[in-house]
């Protein structure tokens, strides 16, 4: 073993007593990284997270971009283009090709309806509203509703949670009393109540479920507010004579930043899931707006006979709740390293 | 832990009070009248109508006469079909719900106790990737969407279940099956993550190396310490199936509760709506609390903390 390794003359060299006076055995060599350069070099390495980045990335910029450019309208209405299947130019596969089977042959929809030379991506719904459009800006209603109500959400349970763990004693009891009992409750039956008094729309399943979903936000900041307000900055703040609000944008939230990114991660997808469930249960987003949850319930009606009105909203649905997952998860192990072993 | 209990049980009144009150004032808030055909009544037959179903009291007597009722279990008159009492509806539809839901529960909690347990066995080879996928789709995908699909392809295309139907017990494992997909990957994960901690413990090489079999380690000493928190987990996975059961009764056409929530929402079914929230909210208070007090009894040093508190 010894004599294999063949290192040239001049990689060692004297160091001479001047040289070892200069030298600073508590230097650095690696350039330092602030905890957020930190959290997103290890979010990099996570495959997972990351991809699930870029796809949450362009189906935003997809969801939103619709609105500058559409391939079609999703509100024009072509009943004689109704149902008809995906059809994607260059691919031959069956169920991607504008082919339908029809009492027990394959016909070329698209041939029958007199519309050979056009083609609909993910094919069009009962009354020839070009799905993919649909779906686009179905997609951007459920995203705006989730990210309205996640900010909402975000604001009262950080607000709670923070005021709740900083002040502790009776206030906390009594703050967290109020948590249970809204625990003990299903949020959907919440939701549901609140959607009726609020006459159904897109403002009133915002508000719906930015009135629900706060809770565990404000129960994971407020167990964390209680951890950071014994650490002594946060006790040299208050000697000092710093005012609590200060204290708590300077010194708590900063800290916070990392359970509130993450839970809000998290948060997302339920609204999401929520806003679906409601308007697939016909109490959310009425016609002719539309979202996932509506696309999803107009697929259903004749999903026998035409599966793939129904399969696209539901793809995109599981896509983006499986990436805001993901990444939620990428974003834990990136801030709290010590999660993953 | 008697001292605790009676505390517990407190509590759980004192929300089933608060639950009810709210309930009942937001529904009192709520536009429209329980009447289909106002136009066509005279106001004698109006003031009848009322007098029977007991509306035309003040809103403060009505308070006090259905909280009354509700704590003998009466919830009033259906709005939707007339002459049905609440209760009787409700306790009719009660049974299919908690049948699916208690099923939907031990299929998804067991299966997953094995795909995490596996997934952690064999840390970072393909099992623990399999278990890793199956647990993130699981939380993933919606319970509906995955109740259409099982409908489409087990029901329709391959003929082996029956689509939308009630009957025995064959009817019940689609939906189970749907609403079980959540709690599977939920328990999956939480015991993979809880079982990799336990395995990387002092008692653990203590164990392999007093020289017991794979099986005795994993089974005596990792599994047993690493379900302990998994108790905890079962009441959000509780409302969970509540939630996912609305929507996926709908779609097998399962007389339960969750059918009949949407389509008293949809009706204005008032007092059966009432009725709903508060059974929802009495079998999740219960679900919490039995947990709490099986934590306690499994976990002794929560019960020493309970006590100090």
Redesign the interface.
């Known amino acids: 073993m010894a004599d294999t390794v063949k290192l040239p003359e001049d990689s060692f060299k004297r160091i001479s007593s001047d040289d070892r006076a200069n030298l600073d055995s508590e230097k650095i060599a690696a350039p330092s990284l602030t905890f957020a350069q930190d959290a997103w070099r290890r979010l990099k390495k996570n495959k997972g997270a990351w991809v699930s980045l870029i796809v949450l990335a362009i189906v935003f910029i997809m969801a939103f971009g619709s609105l500058v450019v559409s391939p079609h309208n999703p509100n024009a209405v072509n009943p004689s283009y109704a149902n008809l299947p995906s059809k994607i130019p260059g691919v031959n596969i069956n169920g991607f090709n504008g082919t339908l089977v029809q009492a027990g042959e394959r016909v070329d929809a698209y041939k029958q309806a007199g519309a050979s030379s056009k083609f609909y991506i993910m094919g069009t719904d009962y009354l020839g509203r070009d799905l993919f459009s649909r779906v686009l800006y179905g997609t951007r209603i459920s995203l705006i509703i989730a990210l309205v109500a996640t900010l909402f959400d975000l604001t009262i349970g950080v607000t709670y949670g923070m005021f709740s763990g900083w002040k502790g004693g009776r206030i906390d009891t009594i703050m967290q009393?109020i948590i249970?009992?809204i625990?003990?409750?299903?949020?959907?039956?919440v939701i549901?109540?609140l959607i009726?008094?609020l006459?159904p729309g897109m403002t009133s399943i915002i508000i719906a479920i930015a009135l629900t979903s706060w809770v565990n936000m404000a129960r994971l900041v407020r167990a964390q507010t209680m951890e950071i307000k014994e650490q002594e900055y946060i006790l040299a703040a208050r000697t000092l004579g710093e005012r609590p609000m200060k204290i708590a944008f300077k010194h708590l939230l900063p800290n916070l930043s990392s359970v509130i990114i993450i839970n809000t991660m998290f948060t997302i997808?339920n609204a999401i899931?929520f806003e679906?469930?409601l308007s697939?249960?016909?109490?959310g987003i009425s016609s002719p707006q539309a979202s996932l949850g509506t696309l999803?319930n107009d697929g259903?009606k004749n999903?026998?006979f035409l599966?793939y009105q129904?399969w696209w909203p539901?793809l995109i649905?599981?896509i983006i709740?499986?990436a805001f997952?993901?990444l939620g998860?990428g974003l834990r192990d990136a801030f709290d390293p010590r999660t993953k072993? | 832990m008697a001292k605790y209990l009676a505390k517990r049980i407190f509590y759980l009144i004192l929300t089933l009070f608060i639950v009810i009150t709210v309930t009942f004032f937001l529904m009192k808030l709520l536009p429209g009248t329980p009447l289909t055909n106002q136009a066509k009544l005279s106001k004698s037959q109006i003031a009848l109508i009322y007098e029977q179903y007991g509306l035309d009291k003040p809103v403060w007597q009505q308070y006090l006469l259905y909280l009354a009722g509700a704590v003998r279990g009466n919830f009033g008159t259906s709005f939707q079909f007339s002459d049905q009492p609440v209760s009787y509806l409700l306790s009719s539809r009660i049974g299919p719900s908690l049948q699916i839901g208690l099923q939907a529960m031990i299929f998804g909690v067991i299966l997953g106790i094995i795909v995490g347990a596996f997934g952690a066995m064999k840390q970072n080879t393909w099992v623990d990737t399999t278990a890793t996928i199956v647990s993130i789709l699981g939380i993933s995908i919606p319970s509906f969407v995955l109740a259409v699909l099982l409908q489409y392809y087990l029901g329709l295309k391959l003929g082996w279940f029956p689509i939308a139907e009630w009957g025995g017990f064959i009817y019940t494992v689609l939906p189970t099956l749907a609403l079980g997909a959540t709690p599977l990957a939920e328990s999956a994960r939480f015991v993979r993550t809880e079982m990799v901690d336990v395995l990387s413990s002092d008692y653990i090489e203590l164990a392999k190396a007093k020289g017991l079999s794979r099986t005795g380690v994993i089974y005596h000493h990792a599994l047993r310490n690493s379900l302990i928190p998994l108790i905890t987990i079962v009441g959000p996975l509780a409302v969970n199936i509540m939630t996912g059961s609305m929507v996926v009764e709908n779609i097998f056409s399962i007389p339960g509760i969750g059918e009949q929530f949407v389509k008293s929402v949809l009706t204005n079914d008032y007092p059966t709506i009432m009725g709903l929230t508060i059974i929802y909210s009495f079998m999740l208070c219960v679900v919490l609390l039995i947990t709490d007090i099986l934590y306690g009894i499994v976990d002794p040093r929560i019960r020493i903390t309970g006590k100090a508190n």
């Open positions: 009393r249970e009992i625990l003990s409750i299903p949020n959907l039956v549901v109540l009726l008094i006459k997808p899931f679906a469930t697939y249960i016909g109490i999803l259903q999903f026998q599966p129904m539901a649905l599981s709740m499986l997952n993901l998860d072993e």
